[in-house]
């Protein structure tokens, strides 16, 4: 059973300072690398992906991936209330669809 | 509407009787998802799709039956419901395996 973990939160941090997101893999093989955003009663929305090892940034977002340690976070800088969410992590490997982490729930205080 | 549409949003069945929730996407993606979310276990795979008439098992089949004669539709029924299968169920879409998927507004079912 292929795993992503997470911790479930929640992560609060305070307006305009550094969100750092967490996931870890159980598949070795793993080969692309999916965060998600989930507002409470809302669908999952894709925000970043990446597939090979370092970082990835797409605007207040960092992607960092790392193979060796089968880790893979999501920075977001400069956090806004906005922000405040669910934050999944997805594994793809092999021929089987993704994988989903459980989610971290983030709170970003005004 | 271009995108991917659920329906219905929200639905009350009860114990025993057949369901059907409804996904069409209008991007002709080849590949499509059914996921199931609960608390405590986040997205598990129902169902997938790599193609029209082509179908395989999630994580979490049992009790579901899916079929995909057109590419743009792929239905979700749930042959006898149980109130174990009350939960949100989410449809995606994908143009190949490789990419990110992009999801339903996802229904709401409760089984009573």
């Known amino acids: 059973q292929k795993e992503v973990e997470q911790n479930s939160g929640p992560l609060s941090v305070p307006e305009g300072a550094i969100a750092s997101l967490n996931c870890t893999y159980s598949?070795?093989?793993?080969?692309?690398f999916f965060w998600y955003r989930q507002y409470s009663g809302k669908s999952p929305e894709l925000i970043m992906f990446i597939y090979s090892n370092g970082d990835k940034e797409d605007g207040r977002f960092t992607a960092q991936l790392n193979k060796a340690s089968q880790y893979v976070s999501l920075l977001i800088r400069d956090s806004q209330p906005s922000d405040s969410a669910t934050y999944l992590c997805?594994?793809?490997?092999?021929?089987?669809?993704?994988?989903f982490g459980k989610g971290t729930r983030l709170s970003v205080i005004a | 509407d271009a995108g991917i549409t659920q329906s219905p949003r929200y639905k009350i069945t009860e114990t025993g009787r057949q369901v059907t929730l409804m996904c069409h996407q209008t991007?002709?993606?080849?590949?499509m998802f059914w996921y199931r979310q609960d608390l405590g276990h986040g997205l598990r795979l129902i169902y997938y799709s790599a193609a029209a008439d082509i179908t395989d098992k999630g994580e979490v089949p049992d009790g579901y039956v899916v079929s995909r004669s057109k590419t743009e539709n792929f239905p979700l029924t749930l042959e006898s419901a149980t109130r174990s299968q009350t939960s949100v169920y989410f449809c995606?879409?994908?143009?190949?395996?490789?990419?990110?998927?992009?999801f339903g507004s996802g229904t709401r079912l409760t089984v009573v």
């Open positions: 991007w002709s993606h080849s590949y």
């Open positions: 995606a879409s994908s143009e190949d395996r490789d990419y990110g998927y992009t």
């Open positions: 997805a594994v793809l490997s092999g021929n089987t669809p993704l994988v």
């Open positions: 598949d070795r093989g793993s080969q692309s």
